[in-house]
């Protein structure tokens, strides 16, 4: 293809006349978990562990809005306008590879929690040994990990609710077939919005939940996250939809060994926090929180805005972001919720424009984060392409011509149909490759078109 036709077409070939081209890795260009919009017994706590254990803030963080979740879901709802009400249940994804100490952050985070466990309980038994009464069995809050024929019989002993956390990710495992080739994920999804589930069986009990609620909070390693996507039952049953993404940035390698401890203020007013919300009862009667006028306009502003998202780059995970308005208006509640004076034993009732740009702002975290989510788990083929391609260049850009054609590139990575076009405008955007129109020396025949490959990432690796 360097033939003397060729050379009046062909892009200067030193780097500095190149521009550095733009990764399709969006991983690097996330952003960090928006910690002002936490409220102050939250945000100090969460400032503090990320420093004591030395992790992202986002670790913490998220962990806190999974571990909110915990504390008030079916106790308070949100009526976003009139027919859309929302309960403040959460399910929550954390990705980071290992050695990033997830569980450390876990174990401080829900400290409160398994003291409120603890403390329940033995007041429980005690009551039943002055009354002489049979000790009943230990009642768990959270769980760990649970089969879903299990998860089904603690529900319908629990007036429906449930609560997972875990640092391993094993949930996964078994939703996607561990244990059975065609595991019964009804209630996992059911549990999501509050549906009703009955399970009729010829060999064991009929169940009856007449509202379901189920708050998850995971921490798993980037390889749960890609066979989340892989699991096409998961995938196309609307499990990845109700998940809210973080994969924060790993701090191994720029981590300091002398930290401040927590000051015992900070801790004592995140316990005490924590312990009032989970210790509220759960009411007989829906307990609605509302929105003012301000969140109101904040939340209609928010849903033009996602009408947008489907016409963009959301158009392979549109099922993600019908779910995207809901999800924030959930975490408007549980900020609501975290807003409370516990001195003062203060009930949460109204969501302050405030409060709902506070949740909009984490809401844009998790759409971000989705995206790259996503991505990572290759819900998009024409990514998959991109990154196909790239690859090439990095490693083994002599097996193209230079410049190359549409077809060079196809039959190297075989894409398939139109992808090939769509592809090479992404590559042209991410300035990868340089588009030319190279003339045609016979009489009124079409130009060629050809690509020259950026030198900034040619055999780079």
């Not at 990990?145 to 094993?170: F, K, V």
């Not at 080739?181 to 064991?204: A, E, M, Q, W, Y």
């Not at 045609?440 to 490959?453: D, G, L, P, Q, V």
């Given at each position: 293809?360097?033939?003397?036709?060729?050379a009046?077409?062909e892009?200067?070939k030193?780097n500095?006349?190149?521009?550095?081209?733009?990764?399709?890795d969006r991983?690097?260009l996330l952003?960090?978990f928006?910690?002002?919009?936490?409220?102050?017994?939250?945000?100090?706590?969460?400032?503090n562990?990320s420093?004591?254990?030395q992790?992202p803030v986002?670790l913490?963080?998220v962990?806190a809005?999974?571990i909110?979740?915990t504390?008030?879901?079916d106790?308070?709802?949100?009526?976003?306008?009139?027919?859309?009400?929302?309960?403040?249940?959460?399910?929550v994804?954390i990705?980071?590879?290992?050695?990033?100490r997830?569980?450390?952050?876990?174990?401080?985070m829900t400290?409160?929690?398994?003291?409120?466990?603890?403390e329940?309980n033995?007041?429980?038994?005690?009551?039943?040994?002055?009354?002489?009464?049979?000790?009943?069995p230990?009642?768990?809050?959270?769980?760990?990990?649970t089969?879903?024929?299990?998860?089904?019989?603690?529900m319908?002993a629990?007036?429906?609710r449930a609560s997972?956390i875990?640092?391993?990710?094993g949930l996964?495992d078994?939703l996607?077939?561990m244990y059975s080739?065609t595991p019964?994920i009804?209630l996992?999804?059911?549990?999501?919005?509050?549906?009703?589930?009955?399970?009729s069986?010829?060999t064991?009990?009929?169940?009856?939940?007449?509202h379901?609620?189920?708050?998850?909070l995971?921490?798993v390693?980037?390889?749960v996250?890609?066979g989340l996507m892989?699991n096409?039952?998961?995938s196309s049953?609307?499990?990845?939809?109700?998940?809210?993404?973080?994969c924060?940035?790993?701090?191994?390698?720029h981590?300091?060994?002398?930290?401040?401890?927590?000051p015992t203020?900070?801790q004592d007013?995140?316990?005490?926090?924590?312990?009032?919300l989970?210790?509220?009862p759960?009411p007989?009667t829906?307990?609605?929180i509302?929105l003012?006028?301000?969140?109101?306009?904040?939340?209609?502003?928010?849903h033009y805005?996602?009408e947008h998202?489907?016409?963009?780059d959301?158009?392979?995970?549109?099922?993600w972001?019908?779910k995207?308005?809901?999800?924030?208006l959930?975490?408007a509640g549980l900020?609501?919720c975290?807003?409370?004076?516990p001195?003062?034993k203060?009930?949460?009732e109204i969501?302050?424009?405030d409060?709902?740009?506070?949740?909009i702002?984490?809401?844009?975290?998790f759409?971000a984060h989705a995206?790259?989510a996503?991505?990572?788990?290759?819900?998009?083929?024409?990514l998959?392409g991109?990154?196909?391609?790239?690859s090439?260049?990095e490693?083994?850009s002599?097996?193209l011509?230079?410049?190359?054609?549409k077809?060079?590139?196809?039959?190297?990575c075989?894409?398939?149909?139109d992808?090939a076009?769509?592809?090479l405008?992404?590559l042209?955007?991410?300035l990868?490759?340089?588009?030319v129109?190279?003339?045609?020396n016979?009489s009124?025949?079409?130009?060629?078109?050809r690509?020259?490959?950026?030198?900034h990432?040619?055999?780079r690796r």
């Amino acid at each position: 293809m360097n033939n003397k036709n060729d050379a009046p077409f062909e892009p200067p070939k030193t780097n500095d006349e190149w521009p550095e081209p733009v990764s399709f890795d969006r991983f690097s260009l996330l952003p960090p978990f928006p910690v002002d919009a936490l409220p102050p017994s939250i945000r100090e706590e969460v400032l503090n562990v990320s420093e004591l254990i030395q992790t992202p803030v986002d670790l913490p963080a998220v962990a806190a809005l999974g571990i909110l979740s915990t504390c008030v879901h079916d106790k308070y709802f949100v009526l976003g306008k009139e027919g859309w009400i929302e309960q403040l249940n959460l399910y929550v994804l954390i990705v980071l590879p290992p050695s990033e100490r997830k569980s450390a952050v876990i174990k401080v985070m829900t400290q409160p929690i398994t003291a409120f466990e603890e403390e329940y309980n033995r007041r429980l038994q005690q009551k039943c040994q002055e009354n002489n009464e049979p000790l009943p069995p230990w009642k768990y809050i959270v769980m760990d990990s649970t089969t879903t024929e299990a998860l089904e019989i603690c529900m319908s002993a629990n007036d429906g609710r449930a609560s997972i956390i875990s640092t391993e990710g094993g949930l996964f495992d078994i939703l996607g077939g561990m244990y059975s080739n065609t595991p019964n994920i009804d209630l996992v999804l059911k549990g999501f919005s509050g549906d009703r589930h009955v399970v009729s069986r010829v060999t064991r009990n009929d169940i009856c939940i007449p509202h379901t609620s189920l708050s998850m909070l995971q921490t798993v390693q980037p390889s749960v996250l890609k066979g989340l996507m892989r699991n096409k039952m998961l995938s196309s049953r609307g499990m990845t939809s109700r998940i809210l993404f973080s994969c924060p940035k790993p701090k191994a390698g720029h981590r300091k060994f002398d930290v401040p401890p927590i000051p015992t203020e900070v801790q004592d007013n995140y316990n005490k926090m924590i312990t009032y919300l989970i210790g509220l009862p759960y009411p007989e009667t829906r307990k609605m929180i509302v929105l003012d006028k301000d969140a109101t306009d904040l939340l209609r502003g928010l849903h033009y805005e996602t009408e947008h998202l489907y016409l963009e780059d959301y158009a392979d995970m549109t099922d993600w972001v019908a779910k995207y308005c809901g999800n924030t208006l959930r975490i408007a509640g549980l900020l609501c919720c975290a807003s409370v004076d516990p001195d003062s034993k203060t009930q949460p009732e109204i969501i302050t424009g405030d409060v709902m740009a506070k949740a909009i702002d984490i809401g844009h975290y998790f759409l971000a984060h989705a995206r790259a989510a996503y991505d990572f788990m290759g819900s998009d083929p024409i990514l998959n392409g991109c990154k196909k391609a790239v690859s090439v260049f990095e490693n083994n850009s002599d097996s193209l011509p230079t410049p190359f054609a549409k077809r060079d590139l196809s039959r190297k990575c075989h894409f398939q149909g139109d992808d090939a076009e769509k592809i090479l405008d992404q590559l042209e955007k991410h300035l990868y490759i340089r588009r030319v129109e190279i003339p045609n020396n016979k009489s009124n025949a079409k130009s060629s078109t050809r690509y020259f490959i950026n030198p900034h990432c040619i055999n780079r690796r």
